[in-house]
């Protein structure tokens, strides 16, 4: 009987310790991912002036564009997430519904965070236009998420 608590204690420790140092080494990789990414923006936006294809107030303009994409593709990517819980909380409320009387009231839980990012995507989420793209932008050096 003792060992096999041990042996329990000592399986939950590994799997501890191997979900952790698994978060980490992922953090870390994702956060080099990011850097590389801002370094090679970077050094197109500095090939671009030295190339003389661009000048300050083009580089500044591209990085308003860049910057006002990012913000839409923020709000496009909450709508859909809000879609998707609204989704999960009709689901449960379907499928709970047929398991006893009260328990579908759990699928009111998802399906109320959806709304309420719905509603903040919809209504509160600044609503950005990008516009056209500047001259010398070229799509590649974006990485779209």
């Keep these: 009987m003792g060992s096999t608590n041990v042996a329990l204690w000592l399986f939950l420790a590994t799997g501890a310790v191997a979900t952790f140092t698994f978060i980490t080494i992922v953090s870390w990789a994702e956060n080099r991912r990011k850097e590389r990414q801002e370094y090679y923006r970077f050094e197109f936006r500095k090939r671009l002036v030295e190339s003389g294809k661009m000048d300050a107030a083009g ?21 859909v997430a809000a879609f998707v819980l609204i989704g999960v909380g009709i689901g449960i409320c379907l499928g709970l519904q047929f398991v006893s009387g009260g328990a579908w009231r759990l699928g009111l839980i998802p399906g109320s965070i959806g709304a309420c990012m719905l509603l903040y995507g919809a209504v509160f989420a600044s609503k950005v236009d990008p516009g056209p793209p500047p001259p010398g932008w070229s799509s590649d050096t974006l990485e779209q998420d």
């Design 59 to 79: 580089v500044t303009s591209l990085m308003q564009y860049e910057h006002k994409l990012k913000l839409q593709q923020a709000r496009e990517k909450l709508l």
